[in-house]
C-alpha cells in the first residue's frame, strides 16, 4: 500500500519560515545600483589633444558618479563621419558624442548662425554672440532629442589647395570638398561660380591623394592632425568661419541619469568644453608653423584681397539666410554682432 503523507504546517510554523526567508535575503548583498554605459564617438583621431581632453572628462565622469555612468570612447571617425553619427544617436547605437556644427546642423541649423562665412572678425564676436544665443541653440537641440553639455570649436577655417589660391576666383576652377548631403549648401557654391564635390568626411584623405578634390574649407589643426596638408600644400591666410562643435548626449540616455549625476557631469563636461576651446586657441598659430616647417605654402592675403572674399561671403548671404541659416536666426545674430562692435567701438572711444 502506498501511504502518502501530508506535511500540513502549522500558522506558527509558517510565520518562522517567512522570517527566516526575510533574513535570509537581508544577508544577501544589495545589487549595485544600475551602470549606464554611455558609447560616444568622435571625429578627433586617437591621441590627438581633443581626444585626450575628452577621455579625461570621461574619467571624470565615472569618478564623479562612482562608476554609475561609464563612457566608452569611439575616436576617429570609426563610427562614421558626422551624419553617420547623428542617425546612430537616432537609433540608440551611440549615445554621445563630440560633433561639429555640422552634424549639430543634421539636428537643427540655428547653429550655423555662427559660422556665417566672413560675418565674425575674431573669436571674442563668435564668442559673444554664442553667449547671447546659446540658451536659444541648446532648447532647439534638446526639443529633437539632443543634451548639449559643452561647447568647442577646432579653429578658423582656411582653404588648403594643391596650387596656391589668393583670390575667389583661383579657387573656382579647383575641385572643392562640401560636406555630402547638404545640398543646399552645395547649390550655393554653385550658384556662386564654385565646383564643389560633395563627400562624406572620412573619404577626405583618399579623395585628395587621387585629386578627386583638389580644395578643402578646415581648419589648420583638422589639417595637421590628419596630414591633409600634405596632398594640398597651400593654404589660404583668410578666415572663413569658426568651426564650432559641441559635446552632445541623447536626451533618452541623459534621463536615465539622476539629477546629482547629471549636475556633476555637466561641471566636468563644462571644464573639458573650456579646455577644448583653449586648445584650439593656442593651437592654431602652432600648427600653421608647424606645417609650413614640412612644405606648407601660406599664401598670404592683404586688405584689399580680403575685401574680395568678403565680397564674395556677402554676395551669398541672401541665400544663406533661411536656405542655411534660418531667418530669424540669421537676422538676430547680425543684430548681436552689431551690437557687440558698436559697444567696442564706444569702449575705445572712451
Known sequence: MNLRLRFVPSRACVL??????????????????AQTIVKMATLAPEGSSYHLILKEMAERWKTATN????????????????????????????NAALLTSVGLSNVDRTVFALEVPMMYASDDEVDYVLGKMEPRIEA?????????????DAGWVRFFTKTPVKTPDDLKPLKLFAWAGDTDAIEIW???????????????????????????????????????YTHAPNMTDVRWALLLGATVISKATWDKISPADQKAIRDASREAGARLRAESKAAGARDVEAMRKRGLTVVAVDPKTEALWRTAAEAAYPRIRGKIVPEDAFDEAK??????????????RR
Open 16 to 33: 518562522s519560515l517567512a522570517f527566516l526567508s526575510a533574513a535570509g535575503w537581508a544577508l544577501v548583498p544589495r545589487a549595485a545600483a
Open 67 to 94: 562608476g554609475r555612468v561609464v563612457v566608452r570612447m569611439y575616436p576617429g571617425s570609426v563610427a562614421g563621419d558626422d551624419a553617420d553619427v547623428v542617425r546612430k544617436m537616432r537609433l540608440g547605437s551611440l
Open 140 to 152: 532647439a537641440l534638446a526639443a529633437k532629442g539632443f543634451v548639449v553639455l559643452n561647447w568647442a
Open 190 to 228: 554653385k550658384g556662386a561660380g564654385f565646383n564643389p564635390v560633395p563627400l562624406p568626411s572620412t573619404e577626405i584623405s583618399t579623395a585628395l591623394q587621387t585629386g578627386l578634390v583638389t580644395a578643402l574649407p578646415t581648419t589648420p589643426q583638422a589639417a595637421v592632425i590628419l596630414q591633409w
Open 335 to 348: 543684430r548681436l554682432l552689431a551690437d557687440y562692435r558698436a559697444k567696442k567701438a564706444a569702449a575705445a
